[in-house]
């Protein structure tokens, strides 16, 4: 039997007090608490892609699989510092088309 992994999008916005976060930070930074939470094997298997980031609005979109959209979703949760800078992640929405998430995140 054949599973299809179907891909999710994830809008978020992140709040923190300084002005930009370079996105290569911001990367590292998803990757290395996903792997301290769920582990190479989880983090391999997540399917993760940075579709889109905008650093002067501190938006943007990540792509995973929808079997690992609860572990992102916890992921991004448990996320409460880049770089000694205290930020909070707000997920805007999640959607199942980049077209759609590309669109939320224009509007918003």
Request: glycine share 6%; net charge positive.
């Amino acid at each position: 039997m054949v599973t299809i992994k179907r891909d999710r999008y994830v809008v978020f916005h992140l709040i923190s007090d300084a002005e930009k976060i370079e996105e290569s930070i911001f990367k590292s930074s998803i990757w290395r608490t996903y792997q301290t939470i769920f582990g190479l094997y989880g983090s391999s298997g997540a399917g993760l892609y940075f579709e889109d980031y905008d650093e002067d609005k501190k938006t943007g979109i990540i792509r995973c699989t929808h079997t690992s959209l609860p572990q992102l979703l916890t992921v991004l949760a448990f996320m409460t510092e880049v770089k000694e800078t205290k930020i909070l992640i707000q997920i805007m929405n999640v959607s199942g088309t980049v077209n759609k998430a590309k669109q939320i995140l224009t509007t918003k």
